[in-house]
């Protein structure tokens, strides 16, 4: 695993981050800080205060500052086993989901790992940031599903955990007032945040106690096996089984700290839009949304269901007359556009068919909405909310993917997959609010 690194600039971003958190434990140096030319701006044992910021951003460094800071009080391996180990006793829907195997607990496990001081320091920014729980149930998850995966792959299983505590640090480096506004961004704007696993990929892959297994596993977690993920839209034999693990338990965890109805929404989706994982890690969605947490909740008033049917049946239908359209611009396509076409139209596809094979689309949204009123039954409230909203949710979700994807063609081209989606933007984006 090498060290050497190349000069770098200082994200203002991360730094920022690394300041605030400063101004609460002591951050010092952790060996000298070296200009490109190779002077020195802060000694090695140095505080680095909000003093350094100016000469910091001014100066690109010898190394990456995130080789070159440690705190006071960082994070470690014990506190990391206290906090999963409470996490497991406090969270009644991740416990089930994390069974140890016959290896040695997991919570355990997670505390032995070597952690390097450039990993304890980022780890402390998260847990600075509140953001630790969610590393900590990725990486449960993450190494319980490794052992029952990848059985006897110690070192790998390792990475892989390392990699699910460091996961997010990407998100370290973007402007937390868009982070901030992640479920409710436009397209467009969204297209940085969906940089972060590439930036973390760029600072984890030569740091000490990470390097190029952990970056790897790290890039991937926002991806799909059926290539509908990001930031490189990989699919099948490129998206291997232990960057799948991690990617599901990212998602799951996701799920987890968002309650019952996005479990529900999650088990739904594994079967009405199948392909995004393995098989043995969409079961464990599953058992996930057949927990009796995962039902007990309450589903929007009736009259606001109502709204978000509609809605989102005029976005489907609007679907079904692009469709014939969009074929016809694939027979004139380039080899790229029309393998990006045979991506969106195949997720389109699989939605109307979801919706129908729903039975939202076998009664008018007043008919549908005044039976489930007239049986007064909770489940199956719940059970059309959660659809509506998955379906809205991957309405959304193909917008942003389709500009992702778009940045890969000339402009005329991208327009092309733009249109495509853009007449679905207005109902899906008011059926989301």
């Not at 951003?57 to 500052?65: Q, S």
């Not at 009259?303 to 679907?319: D, F, I, K, M, S």
């Not at 195949?346 to 039976?371: I, Q, V």
Request: net charge negative; hydrophobic share 45%; aromatic share 4%.
């Amino acid at each position: 695993m090498g060290t050497h690194q190349e000069a770098a600039e200082v994200n203002p971003h991360y730094l920022n981050h690394l300041l605030a958190c400063g101004a609460r434990q002591e951050l010092m140096a952790s060996r000298d800080i070296l200009a490109e030319g190779g002077a020195c701006l802060l000694s090695q044992g140095s505080c680095i205060g909000p003093a350094a910021r100016e000469v910091l951003l001014l100066n690109r460094l010898a190394r990456p500052l995130e080789e070159c800071v440690q705190f006071q009080h960082p994070v470690t391996g014990p506190q990391l086993a206290e906090q999963a180990q409470r996490l497991l006793e406090t969270d009644e829907l991740l416990a089930p989901l994390c069974p140890a195997g016959r290896g040695r607990p997991l919570p355990e496990s997670l505390g032995r790992l070597e952690l390097t001081p450039p990993a304890q320091a980022l780890l402390t920014l998260l847990a600075d940031q509140q953001r630790l729980p969610h590393a900590l149930r990725v990486a449960l998850l993450t190494l319980s599903q490794a052992r029952r995966l990848l059985p006897g792959q110690v070192e790998r299983h390792q990475q892989l955990a390392l990699a699910a505590l460091l996961h997010d640090v990407g998100e370290l480096y973007l402007d937390p007032e868009l982070l901030g506004q992640a479920d409710t961004l436009a397209a467009l704007q969204w297209r940085p945040i969906a940089s972060h696993p590439l930036i973390a990929h760029r600072v984890l892959q030569r740091m000490e106690g990470a390097g190029p297994a952990v970056a790897a596993a790290v890039l991937d977690h926002h991806e799909r096996l059926d290539g509908f993920g990001f930031p490189r839209g990989i699919a099948q034999g490129a998206f291997p089984l232990d960057h799948q693990v991690l990617a599901a338990a990212e998602w799951l965890a996701g799920l987890l700290e968002a309650g019952g109805s996005a479990l529900l929404r999650a088990s739904i989706a594994a079967r009405l839009i199948p392909g995004e994982f393995h098989p043995a890690l969409l079961g464990w969605v599953h058992q996930a949304a057949q927990a009796p947490q995962a039902r007990n909740w309450e589903p929007a008033p009736l009259a606001l269901g109502q709204v978000r049917v509609e809605r989102l049946a005029r976005a489907l239908q609007q679907a079904r007359t692009l469709l014939p359209w969009a074929s016809q611009q694939q027979q004139r396509a380039s080899a790229t556009l029309s393998q990006l076409l045979d991506l969106h139209l195949a997720r389109l596809r699989r939605l109307l068919a979801g919706f129908s094979s729903a039975g939202l689309d076998s009664l008018t949204p007043d008919a549908l909405l005044h039976s489930v009123a007239e049986a007064q039954d909770a489940e199956l409230k719940r059970d059309l909310q959660a659809l509506v909203d998955e379906f809205c949710w991957r309405l959304q979700e193909l917008e942003r993917e389709a500009l992702l994807h778009s940045s890969r063609l000339g402009a005329q081209e991208a327009a092309v997959l733009q249109r495509l989606l853009a007449q679905l933007n207005e109902p899906a984006q008011r059926a989301a609010a």
